[in-house]
C-alpha cells in the first residue's frame, strides 16, 4: 500500500574509506516552476444558469469563486506546454536538454499515445523519454516522487514533471454534484539532480482500490468502450459520491502529513508552507485543524481555479513561488488525495 522510495542517505565524511569510493547524496532539486490557466473564466452565477444552485451555495461550500475552462480546439497538451514552457525558463534549460517528461493526468489528449509523448513533440524536447501517470487528483505527487526516484538512482540530469488536466471534457454540465467542483489548468516543475543537502526529503505514496467507484468515468475505456450506448447514458461522465471523499480525504491528507512528519523526525511547526491539494477549502481547514496548523501557513487558491485535479499542487507551487511565499531553505510540504483512491505527500526542503 505504500511505497516511500526517499529515505534519507548518509553520506561518509571524507571520499576513500579502504578505496571505496562513495558518492555524495544526488538530491532531486526543483529548479523551475510554472502554470497555465486558460483564458475562459466560469463563474458560480453561469453555473447557476446551468443548473441549480448558487453562488451562495458554491462559495459556502466548496470556497469556489470561479474556475477556467478550455476554449474549443485547445487541449491538455496545450495547457502542459505553456506551463512546462515558463517552467523551462525559470530553469534556465532548453527542452532538448530534458532527459524524461513525466505528466500526471487522467485527461490526456488521446487514449493513444500517451500525452507525455505529444508534450515531448510539441516541446521538442528530442532526448526525452515521456510517459503518463494516472493518479487522479495525486497524478502530480505520483509523478514527483517516480521523477524522484529516476534523478537519485540513474544518471539523469533534468526531469520534467507535469500535471495537467482538462476536466471540463469529462464532467456533466447537467450535474450540480460534479460541475461546481472541477477545472482545467496545468501545472510544471524542472527537478535536477543535485548534491546538496536541499531538494525532496521525502515521498510517500498510497492507495486503496476498494474505493475506486467514489470517483470515476464508468465509460470510454476497455470494459465500456465507447458505442452510441454509452453516449447515451452519459458513461463518459466523472460520477461522485462527495460526501464520503469529503472524509477520507480529511483523514488521508492528515495522516500523510504526519507520515512525511515522523519520517523526517520534524514537527508540524517547522513546516513553512503547506501546499495541499485544492479540492475543498473545507476539507483544507478541516485538516489544517487537526494538525493544529495556522492557516497563514497554507497556500489556498481554489477560489479562482477550483479542482484542477492532478493541475492543482504545481499551479499552487508556481504561484506561491512566483509570489515570494517560498523562501531558500523553507520545508514546503505537499499533498494531496483523489480518485483510485490514491493519496500521497512529497515533502521538500527549498
Ligand atoms: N448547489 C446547491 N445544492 C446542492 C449542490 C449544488 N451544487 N450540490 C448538492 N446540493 C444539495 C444536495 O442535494 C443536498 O440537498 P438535500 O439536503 O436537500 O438533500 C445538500 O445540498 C447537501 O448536499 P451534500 O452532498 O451533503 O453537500 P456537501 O456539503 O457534502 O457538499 C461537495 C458537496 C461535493 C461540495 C462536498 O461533498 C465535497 O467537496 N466533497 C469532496 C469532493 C472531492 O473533493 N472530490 C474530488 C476528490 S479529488
Known amino acids: 500500500m505504500c511505497a516511500n522510495y526517499s529515505q534519507l542517505t548518509v553520506r561518509p565524511k571524507g571520499a576513500d574509506l579502504k578505496g571505496i569510493k562513495y558518492l555524495a547524496i544526488n538530491r532531486a532539486k526543483i529548479v523551475g516552476t510554472g502554470s497555465y490557466l486558460p483564458q475562459n473564466v466560469l463563474l458560480n452565477k453561469d453555473l447557476a444558469e446551468l443548473v441549480d444552485t448558487s453562488d451562495d451555495w458554491i462559495f459556502s461550500r466548496t470556497g469556489i469563486r470561479e474556475r477556467r475552462t478550455v476554449t474549443d480546439g485547445e487541449a491538455l497538451s496545450d495547457l502542459a506546454v505553456n506551463a512546462s514552457k515558463n517552467a523551462l525558463e525559470m530553469a534556465g534549460i532548453s527542452a532538448d536538454e530534458l532527459d524524461a517528461i513525466i505528466v500526471g493526468t487522467c485527461t490526456p489528449d488521446l487514449p493513444i499515445p500517451s500525452s507525455g509523448c505529444l508534450i515531448q513533440d510539441k516541446l521538442g524536447a528530442k532526448r526525452a523519454f515521456a510517459f503518463d501517470i494516472a493518479a487522479g487528483c495525486t497524478g502530480f505527487i505520483y509523478s514527483l516522487s517516480v521523477a524522484e526516484g ?14 495537467a488536466e482538462v476536466l471540463s471534457k469529462v464532467i456533466n454540465w447537467e450535474d450540480r454534484g460534479t460541475c461546481i467542483l472541477f ?5 510544471a516543475v524542472v527537478l535536477k539532480k543535485d548534491q ?7 515521498t510517500h505514496l498510497h492507495s486503496n482500490g476498494s474505493y475506486w467507484d467514489l470517483l470515476y468515468q464508468p465509460g470510454g475505456g476497455s470494459s465500456k468502450p465507447a458505442c452510441r450506448q454509452s453516449i447515451d447514458d452519459g458513461s463518459h461522465y466523472l460520477k461522485m459520491e462527495g460526501n464520503r471523499l469529503f472524509k477520507i480525504a480529511v483523514k488521508a491528507l492528515e495522516e500523510v502529513a504526519l507520515e512525511a512528519i515522523r519520517h523526517n523526525n520534524i514537527t508540524i511547526n517547522d513546516l513553512d508552507l503547506w501546499i495541499p491539494h485544492q479540492a475543498n477549502i473545507r476539507i483544507i481547514e478541516a485538516v489544517a485543524q487537526r494538525l493544529a496548523f495556522p492557516m497563514e501557513k497554507v497556500f489556498a487558491n481554489i477560489h479562482k481555479y477550483g479542482n ?20 531558500k531553505g523553507d520545508l514546503v510540504l505537499l499533498d494531496a488525495f483523489g480518485a483510485g483512491l490514491t493519496w500521497g505527500s512529497v515533502l521538500i526542503r527549498w
Open 150 to 163: 529516476f534523478v537519485k538512482s540513474n544518471n539523469f540530469g533534468y526531469i520534467l514533471v507535469i500535471g
Open 183 to 187: 477545472a482545467d489548468g496545468a501545472g
Open 196 to 202: 546538496e543537502e536541499i531538494g525532496i526529503l521525502s
Open 308 to 327: 484542477t485535479s492532478a493541475a492543482s499542487i504545481p499551479i499552487a507551487l508556481d504561484e506561491a513561488n512566483r509570489e515570494g511565499r517560498i523562501k
